[in-house]
Each structure stands twice: as C-alpha cells, then as structure tokens.
C-alpha cells in the first residue's frame, strides 16, 4: 500500500488534507479512482516531508491507515473482485489538526474559529466508513458537519 496526503500550515498549526491509502501499486501516469472513504477523528502522528504537495507520508507509529487499507483489501479479495488499477481511500477526519493526543489536538481545534475542511470532502464516493466511535461529547458537534 501506498500512503499520500497534502500539509499545510493553518493558524500555526499543522494539517494534513487530501490523505489516500491507495490498495495497490501506483502509477502516476494513470488517473486514480477512489473506491471509498472512511471518516476518522483526526490525522495521528504521521508528518509531512513538505507542505501544500501532495506526497508520500511517513506514517511513524500510525497504524490506522494500514488497518484501514487492510479492511478494504479483504473486502475484495472476499467479494473476490479485482482491485481497480491506482484505487484508494479516501480519509476525511472530524477535524484535520495533526496531533497523536486527541486532548491535545481538540484544545487547537477549539481555538481556531473557522476550522478549514479537506475540499475533497465535496467529492461523491460510493462507500462512506464512520470510524469515529460512538457518543462522545467533546466530538459530537464535529460529527453534525
């Protein structure tokens, strides 16, 4: 699997926007298709190697983009469907503020008064996954976006 995904620097603060899982191999020269998206809290610990370009990530210790590309991996090889050529994931988030403490990165989300969203969030997907838990009250007014 390939990871990707685009930083920027918003309010002084670190954001990751645009993040793929791609399932397969990936050839620039082709055109990508996302095949899916799943809804997290926010992005980890994974950093950037530079911003506003959409680049390969250095995911540390993140392991939820591996566990998800791994779901979607066995729900083909179950439906015994060839994966598309260049298919990935999409990940949106309840909010995008980097930080591996959810307790921290929600005292950053709070302060900043128009939290910017990924524009890809506009973009039709077939499959939605919401992988944000169950009621929680500091994260329930991020989910009504």
């Known amino acids: 699997m390939n990871y990707l995904a685009r930083f920027e620097e918003v309010s002084g603060q670190l954001f990751r926007f645009d993040t793929r899982i791609y399932l397969d191999s990936l050839d620039l020269n082709f055109e990508s298709v996302c095949v899916g998206a799943i809804v997290g809290i926010n992005p980890g610990s994974a950093s950037p190697n530079a911003l506003n370009q959409l680049l390969p990530l250095d995911l540390k210790r993140d392991q939820m983009l591996p566990f998800v590309g791994n779901r979607f991996l066995d729900g083909y090889r179950r439906a015994k469907k060839p994966i598309p050529p260049n298919a990935f994931v999409r990940v949106w988030n309840l909010f995008y503020v980097c930080n591996p403490d959810l307790g921290a990165a929600l005292k950053i989300a709070s302060k900043i008064p128009h939290l910017p969203t990924c524009p890809s969030e ?18 329930n007014p991020y989910k009504v976006r």
């Open 122 to 139: 506009n973009d039709s997907v077939s499959l939605v996954w919401y992988g944000w838990g169950g009621n929680n009250t500091e994260l």
